[in-house]
């Protein structure tokens, strides 16, 4: 017969959680914020690029992953003790998902070339 | 029979780590599929939490190696640029593609989005990891919770195979060699 484990441990708060899934999400975002941007904004796609080997992709997906870790470092260590809507961050991590999935498509960010 | 340098790093990017990735998600999606209280005992969630954790951690590093590699080592050699007035374009991938319009599709579709789109994965997997991680047993209770790990699984899966569907497709029409 199944048993569960449910009184055997303390439900961590789902801070957390919140804060991991939607920092990813920040982090992914500005990969296609900076692809497509990169493509708008004279002089970005320079800046953006750390490594003349691999061009500016290495500074589109660098400054994104700085973006990332600071985002998730900043949400933790705010919601860390608290509850959070598991619900809203899961729709705002989708969301925001979506849009640099959009914003990397190239048919999308090709047109600002 | 024999790998050229770059050859080999084709390989490890492509096919070595990609294989890992492909074992490792298949692995945590099984297990994080069935890790439900009500289909396990005590026992069968502590036993199988161990290889969920470490399937979606393994997923993570491999992520992170293959986007890496492929980046900083595969990359550049695909977009090196041929010296002016080189006939032979075979050398230079990037070159070689945009020089035919019939397959110029490869680097302007396949490659602008591969670059971008395999960055996805290491990060959505590093934050399912880190959820299997941080709340072990209480996923197996907090079905929401699960769901939601296993869909970025999933979505990181996703953009990764998109990656690496390109890049074979692409390497068949311009090998790095």
């Known amino acids: 017969m199944a048993t569960t484990t449910s009184k055997q441990t303390n439900a961590a708060p789902t801070g957390p959680a919140a804060a991991a899934m939607i920092s990813s999400s920040i982090g992914v975002f500005f990969i296609g914020f900076f692809t ?14 750390w490594w003349d080997p691999a061009g500016n992709l290495t500074g589109k997906t660098g400054l994104s992953i700085i973006i990332w870790l600071i985002s998730w470092a900043v949400m933790n260590n705010k919601w860390k003790n608290e509850n959070y809507d598991l619900g809203k961050a899961f729709n705002i991590t989708i969301a925001l998902i979506v849009l640099g999935l959009l914003l990397t498509f190239p048919p999308i960010f090709q047109i600002f070339e | 029979m024999s790998l050229s340098f770059r050859e080999f790093w084709a390989v490890a990017h492509g096919m070595t780590l990609g294989a890992l990735f492909l074992l490792a998600f298949a692995g945590g999606l099984a297990g994080l599929y069935s890790y439900r209280a009500g289909l396990l005992t005590v026992d069968g969630i502590r036993e199988r939490l161990p290889r969920i954790k470490w399937g ?3 997923m993570a590093v491999v992520a992170w190696l293959t986007v890496i590699s492929g ?6 050699w695909y977009r090196a640029k041929a010296p002016e007035g080189t006939a032979d374009l075979a050398a230079f991938p990037r070159s070689f593609l945009k020089a035919n319009a019939s397959i110029a599709g490869w680097h302007n579709f396949g490659m602008e989005w591969k670059e971008h789109v395999a960055w996805f994965a290491p990060i959505l997997a590093t934050a399912v990891a880190y959820l299997i991680w941080k709340y072990g047993p209480q ?3 907090n079905d929401r919770l699960r769901k939601m790990a296993m869909i970025l699984f999933v979505i990181a899966f996703a953009t990764a195979a998109i990656a690496g569907l390109f890049g074979a497709l692409i390497t068949k029409a311009a090998p790095v060699m």
């Open chain 2, 56 to 58: 979606t951690g393994l």
């Open chain 2, 71 to 76: 980046t900083y080592i595969v990359y550049p």
């Open chain 1, 36 to 49: 497509t941007a990169a493509g708008i904004i004279p002089g970005l796609g320079s800046f953006l690029n």
């Open chain 2, 139 to 141: 996923l197996a209770e």
